[in-house]
């Protein structure tokens, strides 16, 4: 059965960092493209960031420059650094990963407030 698993979401103040991650297993993660997804309160689930198996990662605009993804095949885990956070990046926050088939996370909240 495939499990992904997020964790490291919280109450952060304008302007801190959180870092999130997310444990894949049931499925063979380091030949999964992998991302994160965000859905803010009466939004849809829009894409955050994006990491292929090689690596290559993409950014949605507003989060260039404060947001990386990474990943780490050999504990099956994926990671997103958040710096600078502001309160429009409040949201619940996705893991998805993609061999065929696209698997998701049950999220987890990211609250930035003061």
């Known amino acids: 059965q495939v499990q992904l698993v997020e964790s490291g979401g919280g109450l952060v103040q304008p302007g801190g960092s959180l870092r999130l991650s997310c444990v894949v297993s049931?499925?063979?993660?380091?030949?999964?493209?992998a991302g994160w997804y965000r859905q803010g309160p009466g939004k849809q689930r829009d894409l955050v960031a994006t990491?292929?198996?090689?690596?290559?990662?993409n950014y949605v605009d507003s989060v260039k420059g404060r947001f990386t993804i990474s990943r780490d095949n050999a504990k099956n885990t994926m990671y997103l650094q958040m710096n600078s956070l502001k309160p429009e990046d409040t949201a619940v926050y996705y893991c998805?990963?993609?061999?065929?088939?696209?698997?998701w996370g049950k999220g987890t909240l990211v609250t930035v407030s003061s």
């Open positions: 990491i292929t198996t090689g690596g290559i990662t």
């Open positions: 049931g499925t063979l993660f380091s030949i999964s493209d």
């Open positions: 998805s990963t993609k061999y065929r088939v696209t698997y």
